[in-house]
């Protein structure tokens, strides 16, 4: 089932959360919406759930409006699901019974109906944990609970609003498996809801940048990394530094750059014109070289399989991936071998 909203508005008092917000989403896409806490994202999921009135502008699924100027499709007519942050189960209800329930509420025969949560549960690595109560559960295997519902009801779109936000890290990286997986079997489209680009990055087909109730760029997620449309996307994705430069000389799907006298190199481009510009330059952009500029180390931190190391170069500063730490006050030579320019970036729109 895809996903068309237009000009979506929602307000609280004078201010949107959700600003006339236009996109479509495809069907069996994984679409994430990322953005930082306030920026709208859960407003926006709650509106296509049925759960949040439109103040403007129509929501519709394969094509069906469901909200919009007098019209309020009720939540169970939708054909969507939900997966909340709390996974919303019930405590009373054994862990098949909750399984079961939307089945069960669709007409089908209790018998029927919890043998068809069992193959949901064992689909979720869960089999034989049926009789258990939800306050018996780990939270990765509450989760995993609440997904195996969201199968059983066998919604066509399926909303996650920030489902991994409780469980430990260690956890997280194997419930990204699990989320992936679900979406595979479901063959449902799923709209995500995050505030960890990580989460973002390894999940989504398509990822939308939100900020103040409207997507700033909606792309694949190496899209997003390698050419972000504006500065905010750019500060929010990945890790790098976007800097004022000239830009000398224009070629297809490129443009050379000058960050300082005699300190040119050439970049990726889109729409780039000769003058005053701004490039992003990740860390993956620069490296040592002997036949490079002077850099002084600022600082350097552990990232896990790297050394991240502040550089100052030629008044600029920049971050740097390097095999082993580096002392604060080092000198290491540095060339620039890439970066993304685009017109967005000069303003930080």
Not at 115 to 132: N, P, T, Y
Request: net charge neutral.
């Amino acid at each position: 089932m895809s996903i068309t909203l237009d000009t979506l508005t929602r307000r609280y008092g004078a201010t949107p959360a959700v600003d006339a917000l236009s996109a479509d989403i495809p069907t069996g896409c994984f679409f994430t919406v990322l953005g930082p806490s306030g920026c709208g994202k859960s407003t926006l999921l709650r509106m296509i759930a049925g759960l949040e009135p439109v103040d403007a502008g129509t929501i519709a699924l394969q094509g069906r409006r469901v909200a919009g100027p007098g019209l309020h499709v009720a939540p169970e007519a939708r054909g969507v699901g939900v997966v909340f942050q709390s996974y919303a189960l019930w405590p009373h209800m054994d862990v098949l019974g909750n399984v079961a329930f939307p089945i069960e509420a669709a007409g089908t025969p209790r018998r029927t109906a919890r043998a068809a949560a069992d193959d949901h549960l064992a689909s979720v690595d869960l089999a034989g944990f049926g009789a258990r109560r939800p306050a018996d559960l780990s939270g990765g295997q509450r989760q995993r609970v609440a997904l195996a519902r969201c199968l059983a009801a066998r919604a066509r779109v399926v909303l996650m609003d920030e489902p991994l936000a409780n469980l430990d890290p260690h956890l997280r990286a194997a419930m990204e498996h699990e989320m992936a997986a679900f979406h595979a079997r479901a063959g449902a489209t799923t709209l995500f809801i995050t505030h960890d680009q990580r989460e973002a990055m390894a999940l989504s087909d398509l990822v939308a940048v939100m900020r103040a109730g409207r997507f700033e760029q909606v792309a694949p997620p190496q899209v997003l990394h390698d050419r972000p449309a504006n500065g905010f996307v750019a500060g929010f994705i990945g890790r790098g530094v976007v800097l004022p430069c000239t830009v000398t000389g224009v070629s297809p799907g490129a443009a050379r750059v000058a960050l300082a006298p005699g300190l040119e190199f050439d970049a990726r481009a889109d729409a780039a014109v000769a003058g005053p510009a701004a490039v992003l330059i990740r860390p993956g952009d620069l490296r040592v070289d002997e036949a490079g500029t002077p850099a002084r180390v600022v600082s350097c931190t552990y990232r896990g399989d790297h050394w991240e190391a502040q550089v100052t170069l030629s008044g600029h500063a920049a971050l740097l991936s390097l095999p082993q730490r580096a002392q604060p006050g080092d000198s290491l030579p540095v060339a620039i071998s890439g970066g993304w320019t685009c017109p967005g970036l000069l303003s930080g729109a």
